[in-house]
């Protein structure tokens, strides 16, 4: 008999079914949850306490949270910081508090806390103090950032790290097999083509289940069997997702390595960085401002082609946009990472910046300052003033540091590059201005 349209055949997700139930059944993180480790022990010791899981996504936070709710026999909540505000916090804690006066454990799971601002974070910290709950936050930011420094310090961090492709390919393997995922069916399908799908997923044990999922609801039924060939593989695989998150930790992370390969003059490096980027979906713009600081931070005056080589990069990214203007940043990159370094402006300006924020109210010498008006040449605005240009040597003595910080030296070039000329002509000018100190100004 013909199914109905509209009868209900579908059943829960591969990773849904597949969620594991034990330790023991649970893949990765074995630094954390393998024999004898910290948490391991917290957990066999019924000793949980309020904990921070931090990793990206797909590494079996939530699951990991059941599993301990489990184990230590406490009522589980699963909380979500996209759905839940301060009326549902309120409404669990009261819940949690009249449990706790029972004698029952309440585990509270807050998924992707980093969403909720100070004061829904600061709701927790009361509950969490008098132990009406265990609350273990999930969240793939930084902590550090993202989680109030007054509950952050109530809760251990854990840090989850992305699944190895052994233990995707081992998770998909179980998949196969196990009568809760495709242990029923007959399949057919090629070693190799599981590893692929592992490579596919990233580190992401959801992502590997549900493309899975999809390559035995697309395979070649034959009577009985399902055939998976590797054109279906590729098929439902696509174009390979980077990690990537724009406005999270990894976009720094990236950044950061980029700007220190070409530092440390590693071209190949520092183009596959850049590659990284641009092919997760990074803005160019972003990085050509990133490629403008750093040519005067890091190479400044020992190439000072660096600069202009890095405006035009930015320049060309406005103009004709991605995929074009990859090109002209690898230009930019290969450039600049290649460039002598010198980091003496940077110096400079460091230097400087700290004796200006001590000495704001210095005033500024009488003969540097305009006197556009007579009162102000009344005052003596101006007097002692030295063109520069009228002298012989396009030099004078006139000092135009605040005396309290006369003979400051915050520029100290290297002999880097076109830098060299550059400590040259600076060490002339100084030993002239030694040498001319004791002349009187007129």
């Not at 804690?93 to 004698?103: D, K, N, P, T, W």
């Not at 998770?171 to 590893?195: C, H, N, V």
């Not at 007579?374 to 005396?403: I, R």
């Amino acid at each position: 008999m013909q199914r109905s349209l509209f009868e209900n055949t579908i059943s829960d997700p591969l990773a849904s079914r597949l969620r594991p139930e034990t330790l023991e059944e649970y893949v990765g993180q074995t630094h954390l949850l393998g024999k004898g480790k910290v948490l391991r022990q917290l957990i066999e010791r019924d000793q949980v306490c309020s904990m921070i899981f931090w990793g990206p996504p797909g590494v079996g936070k939530t699951t990991l949270a059941r599993i301990i709710a489990e184990k230590t026999k406490a009522r589980f909540v699963d909380f979500s910081a996209v759905t839940s505000g301060m009326k549902e916090i309120k409404k669990v804690m009261e819940q949690a508090e009249r449990s706790r006066l029972l004698g029952d454990k309440t585990l509270l799971f807050v998924d992707e806390i980093h969403r909720f601002n100070k004061a829904q974070q600061d709701a927790f910290l009361p509950f969490v103090e008098k132990g009406s709950i265990v609350l273990i936050g999930a969240t793939t930011e930084n902590p550090s950032f993202e989680v109030n420094a007054a509950l952050l310090s109530r809760c251990k961090v854990f840090v989850l790290q992305p699944l190895s492709t052994e233990d995707l390919t081992a998770l998909l393997r179980r998949a196969m097999t196990d009568p809760r995922g495709f242990g029923t069916q007959k399949i057919e399908m090629e070693e190799d083509l599981i590893s692929l799908i592992a490579g596919f997923a990233n580190g992401d044990a959801r992502t590997a289940l549900n493309t899975l999922e999809m390559v035995v609801l697309n395979g070649e039924k034959q009577e009985d069997t399902t055939r998976i060939s590797r054109e279906i593989v590729e098929q439902c695989i696509g174009q390979k997702s980077l990690l990537y998150d724009k406005n999270g930790e990894e976009h720094y992370n990236l950044i950061s390595a980029l700007h220190k390969s070409m530092r440390n003059s590693d071209v190949d490096a520092a183009v596959y960085w850049l590659a990284r980027m641009l092919e997760a979906g990074e803005n160019p713009l972003y990085v050509a401002r990133r490629l403008v600081r750093f040519a005067d931070e890091d190479i400044g005056m020992a190439d000072s082609r660096a600069i202009e080589i890095a405006v035009a990069a930015y320049q060309a990214c406005h103009f004709i946009g991605m995929p074009e203007c990859s090109v002209n940043l690898t230009h930019a990159v290969t450039y600049l990472s290649m460039a002598p370094k010198s980091n003496a402006l940077y110096v400079a300006y460091e230097s400087a910046k700290r004796d200006a924020a001590k000495m704001l109210a210095e005033p500024v010498p009488l003969h540097l300052r305009n006197a556009p008006t007579k009162l102000m040449k009344e005052l003596d605005y101006g007097k002692g003033y030295q063109y520069a240009h009228d002298t012989k040597e396009k030099l004078t003595n006139m000092t135009c540091l605040p005396e309290s910080l006369a003979g400051r030296q915050y520029y100290r070039p290297t002999e880097q590059g076109s830098e060299a000329k550059v400590k040259q002509r600076l060490g002339q000018i100084r030993a002239w201005k030694q040498a001319h100190a004791k002349e009187k100004t007129e």
